[in-house]
């Protein structure tokens, strides 16, 4: 009798065991945890909106001004791109306007998910880019150079560059991803990356890294990878390292120069001397310079005291007419036109 309840007593503890057990189960199971900051949704924070009035100027030849707003209707803008042919705009309410040549739809108004809002738009050749803020690239326009295929795996975006048959994106890993007309950027350099400037015709890319130097890459046959500042030969075909930049917080490429702007206000130019010649001297005498803009054969900047300065080839008079602008905001450039921004 007493083996029989030892035994029964035995049983009742195992089962006991396994309930507890399985309690313990389900409360981990079912536990509730606040998310970690890496298990977020990624998600770029919009700009702060901005009074302001915009002013397009420059060359209609390709018809650049085609369906341009009224004047009226150029109020209340937080990121522009004005590309070789046409324009993109989104406005304060996030809505995307766009005007110029339109023969590949590259000015087309697309429809976005509802649930993203646009964060920042590029203005190509002839394509166009839209970045949201959850990260995700759309793209439009020509795809004869197979500029509009993005990669499968692209995701946490934070910065796009429209070159002109090519595209680079800038992930939150500090990584270049390019497609299109283009030479990728070698793994090696492919790191600490903050900031990218897409080129022209042959496919010349800037990075910026975090340390403050500049990594350029492209096609050898032009002048953009010419006359580098203390540059290194190449580590392979078309690529070039420049050592000799340091604090730098801003990259510009144009069709035939790049661009890089100091902390200090200050500036240097590579490429074709016709296009950086009068902007190196400028350069060695002022460090006033708050921002730049560059065109097809031309650089832009913008000074401490809110007035504009052209430099380089302008083939429309009607550009240099933002020299005798004051009170300029923002600046903008892009083929054979440039705008400006003033605030209300």
């Known amino acids: 009798m007493i083996s029989i309840v030892l035994i029964l007593l035995g049983v009742l503890l195992v089962i006991s065991t396994l309930i ?3 309690k313990l189960f ?5 536990k509730s945890v606040a998310p970690s900051t890496t298990s977020l949704p990624f998600k770029l924070t919009i700009p702060s909106t901005k009074e302001n009035r915009f002013v397009f100027l420059g060359d209609d030849q390709f018809h650049q001004t085609e369906n341009l707003p009224l004047t009226k209707d150029l ?3 937080r990121n522009i791109s004005i590309g070789n042919y046409h324009t993109l705009v989104i406005k304060n309410d996030g809505s995307l306007i766009a005007w110029g040549w339109n023969e590949y739809a590259q000015s087309t108004i697309l429809s976005f998910p509802p649930d993203e809002k646009l964060y920042m738009v590029s203005a190509g050749e002839l394509h166009s880019l839209a970045l949201t803020d959850k990260g995700n690239v759309f793209v439009w326009g020509d795809n004869s150079r197979k500029q509009m295929e993005i990669p499968s795996n692209l995701k946490n975006v934070i910065k796009i560059s429209a070159g002109k048959y090519y595209s680079l994106t800038l992930t939150n890993s ?5 497609y299109g007309e283009t030479p990728n950027l070698p793994d090696i350099y492919n790191n600490d990356i903050i900031d990218i400037a897409a080129g022209g015709a042959y496919g010349i890319s800037l990075a910026l890294k975090k340390d403050g130097t500049v990594i350029t890459w492209g096609y050898l046959n032009n002048n953009n990878l010419l006359n580098i500042p203390e540059g290194n030969e190449p ?6 390292i420049v ?3 340091t604090n730098v917080k801003a990259i510009f ?6 661009i890089a702007l100091y902390n200090n206000g200050s500036g240097i130019a590579w490429g074709n001397s016709s296009v950086v010649d009068n902007f190196n001297t400028y350069c060695q005498t002022n460090n006033d310079i708050k921002n730049i803009a560059v065109g097809f054969e031309f650089i832009i900047i913008l000074k401490t005291n809110n007035r504009a300065k052209v430099f380089g080839n302008v083939i429309s008079s009607n550009i240099r007419n933002i020299e005798n602008v004051e009170n300029i905001d923002e600046i903008f450039a892009g083929g054979l036109n440039v705008g400006y921004t003033i605030l209300t």
């Open 174 to 178: 500090n990584k270049v991803i390019s």
């Open 20 to 22: 507890l057990s399985n």
């Open 253 to 258: 490429t144009c069709e035939f120069c790049s």
């Open 243 to 245: 050592t000799g930049l």
């Open 235 to 240: 580590q392979e075909v078309g690529l070039k």
């Open 26 to 30: 389900l409360k981990k199971s079912t």
């Open 75 to 77: 109020i209340n803008f």
